[in-house]
């Protein structure tokens, strides 16, 4: 068999979202499991959606995932160009209309946008409410099949704008083999005939991704099933330009589900929860969608969540490195039902990824975070043990400020609702007089805090309990973090007691 070649084919038009991550995943995983490339070919020919900076922002959201092509327009290869546009600009396109025009296959058609318009109400009926361009009406049209020759050409010659279409057979079936689905069967009498190059020259996505799979050697193609419906037009153009059997192996990925059917980039709005890869700037709307890594997650759980959104190893395992992923994936394990997304589940792979991170690992993605914070980087002694004391507290990356600030400086706000139903003259005086104890201990330590704490509660007949959640809201500011001794032990004597002396005054 030869060399497996996979691609993935993004449309530089905005935000990466996680659907697309996954595609790029899925097509990585195939192609690393069986030693192949991992191919990037920018598919930019809509020039009404292409978006500037989109195609850099896919790159950066592969990087960031960790995910490296093979080849792209960035990493170069030797079946380039890799974007679209410029592929066109060689003539490459042109060519093969050409080709299918010569052999019956394609036509000319020059028939306005108002006379389209025209056709759809004039053939409406209340069978066929959206009348289509195929073999019932292309013969009510203009184009190369009604006019003749000499008009043909004449039309072109004064420049006249024109599209080339695909002429639909009207009775066949077309089928084939989904990695995922098995047979597919398509009748082409259903499917219009789809405009393979554009006015401008641009060939559109049905003519463009059988010619660039065909000269880029493409192996296997994964993408959404949303282009299931268009399948027969690649399999037809396959057919008629280079030959069925040389088709790559296709697979139709489900979609990914969100509370309230596909998952669209206006469900993370709503429930808020992130659907894009990094975060995207619409320069257009000015409006900033939030991504997963600026939510905080790790890569290493983004991937590992994706990776079983419709997949799974056939064992309970759930949490996968990129190369374990890599050994287990296998396409017969890819299920066709659409995924779910669910959030919940989402936080839980992230939570148990920080918890499996090395501490020092963990310092190294949170700096960036907190270089211009509060939170002094430059004693990295100290940030280790703190990160040690609240790491596992941590769902997200950007936890890590509020999980661990209050060891740094001094909390400006402190829950006082949480004490304040219980506080009493009682309390106080306990902790008046724990502030002297603690100024006197001379080794400052866990042991020594905890004893003077204890002593003290029972000579005073308190419960130990109900002093603790006052004097961890005295050091934090609210009622969250490691044992709260510990907490003293290390912001220091000092420190200890400043907090609860300010502490008294507010309660
Ligand atoms: N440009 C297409 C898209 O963004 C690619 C589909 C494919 O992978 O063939 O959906």
Not at 111 to 132: G, H, I, V, Y
Not at 444 to 467: R, S, Y
């Given at each position: 068999?030869?060399?497996?070649?996979?691609?993935?084919?993004?449309?530089?038009?905005?935000?990466?979202?996680?659907?697309?991550?996954?595609?790029?995943?899925?097509?990585?995983?195939?192609?690393?499991?069986?030693?192949?490339?991992?191919?990037?070919?920018?598919?930019?020919?809509?020039?009404?959606?292409?978006?500037?900076?989109?195609?850099?922002?896919?790159?950066?959201?592969?990087?960031?995932?960790?995910?490296?092509?093979?080849?792209?327009?960035?990493?170069?290869?030797?079946?380039?160009?890799?974007?679209?546009?410029?592929?066109?600009?060689?003539?490459?396109?042109?060519?093969?209309?050409?080709?299918?025009?010569?052999?019956?296959?394609?036509?000319?058609?020059?028939?306005?946008?108002?006379?389209?318009e025209k056709m759809r109400n004039d053939f409406k009926t209340a069978e066929n409410?959206?009348?289509?361009?195929?073999?019932?009406?292309?013969?009510?049209?203009?184009?190369?099949?009604?006019?003749?020759?000499?008009?043909?050409?004449?039309?072109?010659?004064?420049?006249?704008?024109?599209?080339?279409?695909?002429?639909?057979?009207?009775?066949?079936?077309?089928?084939?083999?989904?990695?995922?689905?098995?047979?597919?069967?398509?009748?082409?009498?259903?499917?219009?005939?789809?405009?393979?190059?554009?006015?401008?020259?641009?060939?559109?996505?049905?003519?463009?991704?059988?010619?660039?799979?065909?000269?880029?050697?493409?192996?296997?193609?994964?993408?959404?099933?949303?282009?299931?419906?268009?399948?027969?037009?690649?399999?037809?153009?396959?057919?008629?330009?280079?030959?069925?059997?040389?088709?790559?192996?296709?697979?139709?990925?489900?979609?990914?589900?969100?509370?309230?059917?596909?998952?669209?980039?206006?469900?993370?709005?709503?429930?808020?929860?992130?659907?894009?890869?990094?975060?995207?700037?619409?320069?257009?709307?000015?409006?900033?969608?939030?991504?997963?890594?600026?939510?905080?997650?790790?890569?290493?759980?983004?991937?590992?969540?994706?990776?079983?959104?419709?997949?799974?190893?056939?064992?309970?395992?759930?949490?996968?490195?990129?190369?374990?992923?890599?050994?287990?994936?296998?396409?017969?394990?890819?299920?066709?039902?659409?995924?779910?997304?669910?959030?919940?589940?989402?936080?839980?792979?992230?939570?148990?990824?920080?918890?499996?991170?090395?501490?020092?690992?963990?310092?190294?993605?949170?700096?960036?975070?907190?270089?211009?914070?509060?939170?002094?980087?430059?004693?990295?002694?100290?940030?280790?043990?703190?990160?040690?004391?609240?790491?596992?507290?941590?769902?997200?990356?950007?936890?890590?400020?509020?999980?661990?600030?209050?060891?740094?400086?001094?909390?400006?706000?402190?829950?006082?609702?949480?004490?304040?139903?219980?506080?009493?003259?009682?309390?106080?005086?306990?902790?008046?007089?724990?502030?002297?104890?603690?100024?006197?201990?001379?080794?400052?330590?866990?042991?020594?805090?905890?004893?003077?704490?204890?002593?003290?509660?029972?000579?005073?007949?308190?419960?130990?309990?109900?002093?603790?959640?006052?004097?961890?809201?005295?050091?934090?500011?609210?009622?969250?973090?490691?044992?709260?001794?510990?907490?003293?032990?290390?912001?220091?004597?000092?420190?200890?007691?400043?907090?609860?002396?300010?502490?008294?005054?507010?309660?």
């Amino acid at each position: 068999m030869s060399k497996v070649r996979v691609r993935f084919a993004p449309s530089p038009t905005g935000g990466l979202h996680l659907g697309g991550v996954r595609t790029v995943l899925y097509n990585y995983l195939f192609a690393k499991n069986k030693g192949g490339d991992f191919i990037v070919r920018i598919e930019d020919t809509d020039q009404a959606r292409f978006v500037e900076g989109a195609e850099q922002y896919i790159f950066d959201c592969l990087k960031w995932c960790g995910i490296e092509p093979d080849e792209s327009p960035l990493h170069g290869g030797e079946y380039g160009p890799y974007r679209q546009s410029e592929r066109k600009e060689l003539g490459i396109y042109q060519q093969y209309a050409d080709k299918l025009i010569k052999d019956g296959h394609a036509y000319y058609a020059f028939d306005t946008p108002e006379e389209l318009e025209k056709m759809r109400n004039d053939f409406k009926t209340a069978e066929n409410p959206s009348p289509q361009y195929d073999h019932h009406l292309r013969m009510k049209m203009k184009n190369s099949l009604t006019l003749n020759e000499d008009e043909v050409n004449n039309l072109i010659a004064k420049g006249t704008r024109h599209v080339v279409r695909i002429k639909m057979p009207e009775n066949e079936i077309i089928s084939f083999t989904d990695m995922i689905r098995g047979e597919i069967k398509n009748e082409t009498s259903l499917v219009d005939d789809k405009v393979l190059l554009k006015a401008d020259g641009m060939p559109t996505y049905h003519l463009a991704v059988v010619v660039d799979d065909y000269l880029m050697e493409i192996t296997h193609a994964f993408r959404g099933e949303e282009w299931l419906p268009s399948a027969p037009v690649h399999v037809l153009l396959w057919k008629y330009l280079f030959g069925a059997d040389k088709m790559p192996e296709w697979a139709h990925l489900p979609l990914i589900l969100g509370p309230s059917g596909k998952l669209s980039k206006r469900d993370g709005a709503k429930y808020g929860f992130p659907v894009f890869a990094m975060n995207w700037l619409d320069n257009k709307t000015n409006e900033l969608t939030e991504g997963f890594k600026e939510k905080g997650f790790l890569p290493e759980a983004f991937i590992n969540l994706l990776a079983l959104l419709g997949w799974n190893a056939g064992t309970e395992q759930e949490l996968f490195t990129k190369e374990e992923l890599i050994e287990k994936f296998s396409i017969d394990r890819v299920h066709s039902g659409g995924a779910k997304f669910d959030y919940e589940k989402a936080k839980w792979f992230n939570h148990e990824w920080i918890k499996g991170l090395p501490i020092s690992d963990f310092r190294f993605r949170i700096e960036p975070l907190i270089q211009d914070s509060k939170i002094d980087i430059s004693d990295t002694e100290k940030l280790e043990k703190i990160i040690g004391l609240v790491k596992d507290r941590c769902t997200f990356l950007t936890d890590f400020y509020d999980q661990a600030s209050y060891f740094f400086v001094t909390p400006e706000i402190l829950d006082v609702d949480a004490v304040k139903p219980k506080w009493n003259e009682e309390k106080k005086n306990f902790f008046l007089e724990f502030i002297n104890k603690l100024s006197a201990i001379e080794n400052w330590g866990l042991e020594a805090i905890e004893d003077v704490f204890k002593n003290l509660a029972t000579e005073k007949n308190i419960k130990p309990g109900e002093l603790q959640m006052p004097l961890r809201v005295m050091l934090v500011g609210g009622k969250f973090g490691p044992p709260v001794f510990v907490i003293a032990e290390n912001i220091g004597k000092a420190e200890t007691i400043k907090r609860i002396e300010n502490a008294l005054k507010v309660f």
